[in-house]
């Protein structure tokens, strides 16, 4: 079956570092992408990966391992308005998308 | 019109009942997508359409249906409402179903059924 796991919350500090992990088992692959969603709105896009190594957009970072399934997301410098939940989601065989539960990620001052 | 609006935002609607839920984009992507998003789950696909005319069934798609006469129009319709179709809907759009092409989302509609 497909499958996506990523841990249901987090805890991190303003101004520190958090890394958000995905592991993910799809029938094929296209990429990994990584959506954020504020309580109550629609997700939007962060990133997404198909090839191996690390991606970097301004604070934040997204990693691919093909081999391993597996998929991290890294934010940086941590503002409170980056309080939000983090979506992983893999494009299977057929160009659809099999999203993780997603991360509730929790800024504290 | 700036991206993709849904309408309405919110319903309660009663079982047995039939609803449309609307969806309009104005990127002119060929692809557009409807989800359901429940609480600890990750966003489910109910149907998609690749390009105008066209419809496919996604990961849920019982008890729903969904029609794509135009480019820019995906209603996504229940028959017959039951409380496990309480949920919250969004729709999304993407320049095509290809890989690589992420997908941008409508506000969401909020429906409750009972």
């Known amino acids: 079956g497909q499958n996506i796991d990523q841990p249901t919350e987090m805890t991190a500090t303003e101004g520190a570092i958090v890394q958000i992990n995905c592991t993910y088992q799809?029938?094929?692959?296209?990429?990994l992408f990584w959506y954020q969603q504020h309580a109550g709105e629609a997700p939007t896009f962060l990133s997404y990966?198909?090839l191996d190594g690390l991606e970097e957009k301004g604070r934040f970072s997204s990693f691919l391992s093909r081999s391993k399934g597996y998929s991290y997301l890294l934010l940086k410098e941590l503002q409170m308005k980056d309080s939000a939940s983090y979506l992983c989601?893999?494009?299977?065989?057929?160009?659809?998308?099999?999203w993780g539960a997603g991360t509730k990620l929790i800024i504290k001052p | 019109i700036a991206g993709i609006t849904q309408a309405p935002t919110s319903q309660i609607l009663a079982a047995g009942r039939r609803m449309t839920l609307r969806c309009t984009q104005d990127?002119?992507?060929?692809?557009m997508y409807w989800y359901r998003q429940d609480l600890g789950l990750g966003l489910r696909l109910i149907h998609y359409?690749?390009?105008?005319?066209?419809?496919g069934k996604g990961e849920v798609p019982d008890g729903y249906s969904v029609s794509r006469a135009n480019t820019d129009d995906f209603p996504l319709t229940l028959a017959s409402a039951v409380p496990s179709q309480t949920s919250v809907y969004f729709c999304a759009s993407s320049t095509t179903s290809g890989s690589g092409n992420e997908q941008f989302f409508g506000p969401g509609t909020r429906l409750t059924v009972l």
């Open positions: 990127m002119r992507h060929n692809a």
């Open positions: 799809t029938s094929g692959f296209n990429g």
């Open positions: 989601a893999a494009m299977d065989s057929n160009y659809q998308l099999i």
């Open positions: 990966n198909v």
């Open positions: 359409s690749n390009t105008a005319g066209t419809t």
